[in-house]
């Protein structure tokens, strides 16, 4: 998958603005960036590419000062480039644009526009400076409007412009489109395009295909810490753009035969608004899992994910038939009218969600085994219980802690991974949904955790595995949907699932009917060697 | 620089070192703020602690203190319940004061009439339920409306305020006060008085449902699994919805058994102590008794300990005022000054401190 395009020589001809060679940032546990480098030059939009997790973040983090590299070094302009801080990088012209705005929304555009500068000028002349700077790129903002009323869009602008007040050479934005209506996208790119001809580089970081090829030069490619790929996104398929994100060494797994069980749980037509504000809404949902087998429900984060396992473990409710166990309607059941009937769940967010970060773990076991575990009765807790289970899950999940008297938040992010999955498998559920059961473990603890949920599958229980590992979701399914703005799409058997398809049910054609206006290469020709 | 650096895990040793160390900071500042009033520190701090217990007229105090004991342990232990599960009930005075008039309203409409079987009883279930719908009033408001339950409850205190003062000059006046304010004196009426149990220990019924709340308190918090939601609801509210809690009803729990616990600390102390409905009934139980629910930790015998301690400050502190000529003011920001150095010196519980040679780089 890694090859230059002929079109690459003139690209290479002039000297690259930012180049990073051999970065790499680890974190306990898991290494973020690894020898990842890549050149950027002036007047180009530069895209990075990559699933959620792949370091795109981090990468942004260290070019802005926000993050120092364990190894390896950026230069900037030709010179050595070290940022000790943000101050540094805006000093020397990088600046940055976050997904999350931090913005008083009880003062007006200039004055927040002030705060973010060492040393602001007299208001009048900032306003004159801001309504030119407006104007010049094309985006219209009144300095006077207070940012309450302002639009997601409208508050974007006021973050740009902060960047464009300092003249930077490079403007990193991170996600930006995720916030924005179509219409405030097309003015953006409008500005992204303006910036480019002024010999801007502007460094892109996206997960949308279709945005990626409609706006930028050079996309470079990150996967699991390492750069994967590089290219001009205009010259590719946002077919083999997705590939080159999820891996080329993905590895397809062997037939699976096992036979499909009983239908366990189904969704009929569910919608439901999100509990959460910036949530998403999941749309005319439908699903079915069998006994015996693992439904893998791949996609981004943000579309829908916590939304949907709240909807399955109870904590949002719906009508009462949306949700069927067997042929009883559990749409209006609560989390442990549902734990009773065999329904368990394991959310994201391991501290805080999960558990309760400062109780003990025998506490956290009582968490979600109160019912199922006959913990409770007649309104009294039994510990000994709850004790006994928690042990059970330590010692069964080869979870490492001193003992079940250990709050939660002590144990390392894989260890109370364990605890959690462990603390539901044992309760021996009929149904069990499960939402980035690996995310962030490192590989032996990442292997645990999915043999125990193909075992559970092979004791014939139904599984939902929600996760944005495709690798992951290849290797356990049985069959694989994928969840795009809180749209699922037709489930598919995950034996003979092509990667091809795979991009496509991820890569922003939310489901296959609306994908045929997207521009699809010839399949016959689609192999990946292809000169465009 | 310094640095905060949080502990992988909450340290018992502070947390359990925290209260003594907050009486000592405190009892260090406080002698400052009275040697600048140009009183002798040490003379005012053993005149608050000291002699009320081991002084000269001590005889006097020792029954005090559980008279004052009393009410602040009863409305300290309903408030930690919505403390500990993030439920913040700051308007307990008004719920206080509202079981005194419903409590002191029931006894008084059976005047004359003899029946103490009957009518203590009644009292107390009307001064519970007085301050319960008082509560009820935050609570409905934050569930239904997203109201926020501090200040709605501590703006109903001022509003039971003012019908304490229209009661005591309205429809509860004594007809036999001569026009003057205030209802009859309930010690006078054997059928509703709440007398010492053993006379001159300060011992009565409130005293007695104190120490039953704090028991029932300890074993709901440690073994009922209404009180393991109410601490997980307060540790983390998203694992507790996680875990099958309604939020709204727990709020609705909480506030409701604190607001009813005040309540009857307020009847206990209308038909005992204080003996009759007037203006000046409320002398800020309700609002002390949060010092000593975060004094003790939020734990039943924390609170026990602590609700003795913040007695013996409002008994050593009157002492104080009459024999030593302190202001009130000064004695009730050495009461404050407890729960701030509590609150400040609890970061340790959590947080231990780094100093670094240099800064990061």
């Known amino acids: 998958m890694r090859r230059e395009p002929g079109s690459d020589g003139a690209r290479r001809v002039s000297t690259p603005l930012l180049e990073v060679r051999g970065l ?70 990088v600046a940055m644009v976050f997904q999350h705005f931090s913005l008083f929304e009880a003062l007006d555009v200039a004055e927040n526009v002030a705060l973010g500068m060492e040393v602001p000028p007299p208001m009048r002349e900032l306003a004159t400076r801001i309504r030119d700077v407006s104007e010049t790129y094309g985006l219209p903002l009144d300095p006077n409007r207070l940012v309450g009323t302002l639009s997601a869009g409208e ?6 412009i902060r960047c464009l007040l300092q003249d930077p050479q490079v403007l990193i934005m991170d996600e930006p489109t995720s916030v924005l209506t179509p219409q405030e996208v097309a003015i953006l790119f409008e500005t992204l395009k303006r910036l480019r001809t002024e010999g801007k580089l502007i460094l892109y970081i996206s997960h949308k295909l279709e945005e990626i090829r409609a706006l930028c030069d050079w996309a470079t490619i990150l996967r699991h810490g390492k750069v994967t790929g590089s290219c001009d996104p205009r010259q590719k398929s946002a077919r083999e753009l997705a590939e080159t994100m999820v891996g080329s060494e993905l590895a397809l797994p062997a037939a699976k035969t096992r036979e499909p069980g009983e239908v366990a749980l189904s969704i009929a037509g569910l919608t439901a608004a999100s509990g959460a504000a910036f949530g998403t809404e999941l749309k005319d949902l439908f699903l079915e899992v069998r006994r015996g087998e693992i439904l893998g429900i791949g996609g981004v984060a943000g579309n829908g994910q916590d939304e949907l396992l709240a909807v399955l473990s109870g904590e949002a409710r719906s009508a009462p038939d949306s949700i069927l166990l067997g042929d009883l309607p559990i749409g209006s059941f609560g989390p442990n009218e549902r734990r009773a009937l065999g329904v368990l769940a394991a959310p994201e967010e391991r ?37 006994a289970h928690a042990e059970h899950v330590i010692a069964q999940f080869d979870v490492r802690v001193p003992g079940a008297g250990s709050v939660a938040r002590s144990l390392s992010g894989g260890n109370l991974q364990k605890f959690v999955i462990g603390r ?47 690798d992951e979701l290849m290797e356990i399914s049985t069959r694989f949907s994928a969840l795009n703005e809180g749209r699922l799409s037709k489930p598919r058997d995950t034996d003979g699932l092509t990667l091809e398809e795979i991009g496509l049910m991820l890569g922003g054609a939310h489901d296959l009917e609306a994908g045929q206006g997207l521009s699809m290469p010839d399949r016959a020709v689609g192999s990946g060697e292809t000169s465009p | ?19 003594l160390l907050a009486v000592l900071a405190t009892m260090v500042a406080g002698g400052l703020l009275f040697a600048f009033l140009g009183k002798d520190p040490l003379l005012v701090i053993r005149t608050i602690f000291w002699d009320p217990i081991l002084g000269e007229f001590a005889f006097y105090y020792r029954g005090q203190l559980l008279v004052k004991a009393g009410p602040l342990i009863l409305i300290a232990i ?107 004196n309930l010690r006078h009426y054997d059928s509703a008085a709440n007398h010492e149990l053993i006379a001159g220990s300060g011992m009565h019924w409130g005293v007695v449902a104190a120490f039953i709340a704090v028991i029932l308190g300890h074993v709901l918090l440690s073994r009922h699994i209404l009180g393991f939601n ?50 000046d009934f409320n002398v800020g139980y309700g609002f002390t008794a949060i010092i000593v629910a975060f004094l003790g930790r939020l734990h039943p015998v924390g609170i026990l300990l602590a609700g003795f301690l913040m007695a013996l400050t409002y008994i050593g502190g009157e002492a104080a005022q009459a024999t030593l000529g302190v202001p009130a003011a000064a004695i009730q920001a050495f009461q404050g000054m407890l729960l701030f150095f509590l609150l400040a010196l609890d970061v340790m519980t959590n947080y231990r401190v780094r100093i670094d040679a240099r800064a990061r780089a």
């Open chain 1, 24 to 93: 790499r940032k680890a974190y306990p546990g898991v290494v973020a960036n690894d020898d990842v480098s890549f050149a950027a030059r002036r007047g180009e939009v530069h895209a990075l590419l990559g699933e959620n997790g792949a370091g795109k973040s981090t990468l942004v983090k260290t070019v802005y000062g926000l993050l120092r590299p364990d190894e390896g070094r950026m230069m900037l302009d030709g010179r050595d480039y070290a940022p000790a801080s943000p101050h540094d990088a805006r000093q020397a012209g």
């Open chain 1, 155 to 160: 508050r974007q602008r006021v973050e740009i």
């Open chain 1, 351 to 387: 501290l805080g969600h999960a558990t309760a970060p400062d109780m003990t773990l025998v506490e956290n076991a009582a968490l979600s085994g109160r019912r199922r575990m006959g913990m409770v009765s007649r309104g009294f807790v039994n510990w000994g219980k709850a004790r």
């Open chain 1, 424 to 470: 539901e498998i044992l309760q021996q559920p009929e149904v069990l949904v499960v939402n980035q059961p690996t995310w962030g473990l490192d590989a032996a603890a990442a292997a645990a955790i999915r043999q125990s949920l193909l075992d559970l599958a092979g004791q014939g229980a139904a599984v939902i595995v929600i996760s944005q590992d495709l």
């Open chain 2, 1 to 19: 620089m310094i640095r905060l650096e949080r502990r992988p895990a909450p340290s018992r040793a502070w947390a359990w070192a925290t209260p």
């Open chain 2, 78 to 184: 309903g408030l930690s319940l919505g403390f500990r599960a993030g439920v913040w009930n700051i308007g307990a005075e008004g719920q206080y004061i509202m079981g005194a008039i419903c409590g002191a309203a029931v006894g008084l409409a059976f005047y004359p009439l003899e029946a103490r079987w009957l009518i203590f009883p009644l009292m107390v279930l009307a001064g519970g339920l007085g301050g319960f719908l008082w509560a009820m009033i935050p609570g409905i408001l934050r569930t239904r409306f997203n109201t926020n339950e501090i200040l709605v409850s501590l703006l109903l205190v001022y509003v039971a305020e003012q019908i304490l003062a229209w009661m005591a000059l309205g429809p509860l006046r004594s007809p036999d006060g001569a026009g003057f304010p205030g209802s009859r």
């Open chain 2, 230 to 279: 109410i601490r997980l609801a307060g540790a983390s509210p998203r694992a507790a919805r996680f875990a099958g809690v309604n939020p709204g009803l727990l709020v609705l729990t909480c506030l409701g058994a604190s607001g009813a616990l005040a309540g009857f600390a307020g009847l206990f102390e209308v038909a005992g102590p204080a003996g009759q409905i007037n203006i």
